[in-house]
């Protein structure tokens, strides 16, 4: 079965630029998340989707971040314009319906994508 | 709010020997736990869950958890390492209700000793 579906898996651009992180969660889940990795920290959680719906918002850095998910197989996260401290690993992770609540399902991550700008 | 704190961002024991990794919770109400283990370039990968019911929980690759609620702990072990295990493991913790995120520890680097 084919995973969580990131693209690009690298991308380098310079300050200024827009960029546009792609993602395609498995087939049949319903909620989707995006996260950045860096060393100093860690793992946030940006946003996440419920049923293609935005449902917390809280960790996006600020109005640069925009995040769509216009339907139930595919997401992009989109910074404009990018500046050198948004360089990190962008993860998406999607999971599947919960019997009882969101929580109670583990969330499957994509390979990220490595962005760097310069 | 919960949380998550793990002890020592880098362990390193040798092949044989047993893994332990630590993860203290702060929760208000009874959490939902997870393990996370990330190879390099790659995503995180779920080893194990705990959901409330058997508080030793057993996941992939030989790891297992115990949920100590006395010690707000839900450490990860396993009694063999292999060189394998080799990564970074990330401690989760969630509520257990509504649409409540995952927050995650900062991670433990584990690394083997031929």
């Known amino acids: 079965d084919a995973g969580v579906i990131q693209s690009p898996r690298h991308e380098v651009t310079e300050m200024g630029q827009e960029v546009t992180l792609r993602c395609k969660p498995i087939s049949g889940h319903n909620s989707l998340f995006w996260y950045r990795q860096t060393m100093m920290r860690g793992l946030e959680l940006l946003i996440y989707?419920?049923?293609?719906?935005?449902?917390?918002d809280s960790g996006m850095p600020e109005d640069r971040f925009s995040a769509k998910m216009p339907n139930a197989s595919f997401s992009t996260l989109k910074i404009q314009p990018s500046e050198p401290r948004d360089s990190a690993v962008y993860f998406c992770?999607?999971?599947?319906?919960?019997?009882?609540?969101?929580?109670?399902?583990?969330?499957?991550f994509g390979d990220g994508t490595r962005l760097s700008i310069l | 709010a919960q949380s998550v704190t793990q002890l020592g961002s880098h362990v390193s024991v040798s092949e044989g020997a047993l893994v332990l990794l630590r993860c203290n919770y702060s929760s208000s109400v009874p959490p939902y736990l997870f393990w996370y283990v990330q190879y390099p370039n790659q995503g995180l990968q779920l080893l194990l869950k705990y959901t409330s019911a058997a508080t030793l929980v057993k996941g992939i690759n030989g790891f297992e958890a115990e949920f100590k609620k006395s010690e707000t702990s839900f450490h990860l072990t396993k009694p063999s390492a292999h060189m394998s295990d080799a990564a970074e493991y990330f401690c989760?913790?969630?509520?257990?209700?509504?649409?409540?995120?995952?927050?995650f520890g900062t991670g433990t680097r584990l690394t083997i000793i031929p």
């Open positions: 989760a913790v969630t509520a257990p209700f509504g649409n409540e995120k995952l927050t």
């Open positions: 989707f419920n049923n293609n719906v935005p449902i917390d």
């Open positions: 992770a999607s999971s599947p319906p919960g019997a009882l609540s969101l929580s109670n399902q583990p969330q499957h």
